[in-house]
């Protein structure tokens, strides 16, 4: 697969057609789509965010989707925060609460990254990967 190959965004089913572009370059410029991304999905038949077939040859019969570009960025980004907040569950985000032993007070974080924002803020330096 080279990067001028064109490429076909559709519904799962290969009912509707969302996009096409002349290259992996133009629906990465486009659409944001990884040029990684699209070609493991044709090669394996994976769906993108579990929504999107990607392919690189038309499906015949397909319907054009009659979604203006603004719409079809935000139909992305719907299935893409659906996609995370299902791929990602809560396990990755554990809330943490932290007490001061000095004072007592006892701060709360929805995250680990949340807390390293706080103690940045502060100007203490910790990071998510070392205790």
Known sequence: MNQGKNVYLYDQEGLTLY???KSFNQIKGDLGIHISTCKNCIKTGQLFLDFFKISDSPIEGAIKADLSFS???NLIFEK???FLSQTFKKTNSLA???KDTETGEIFEFSSIMATVRYFKNKNITVDKYNS
């Open 19 to 21: 996009y096409s572009s």
């Open 71 to 73: 719409e079809l960025t």
């Open 96 to 98: 943490i609460t932290i």
């Open 80 to 82: 893409r925060k659906i």
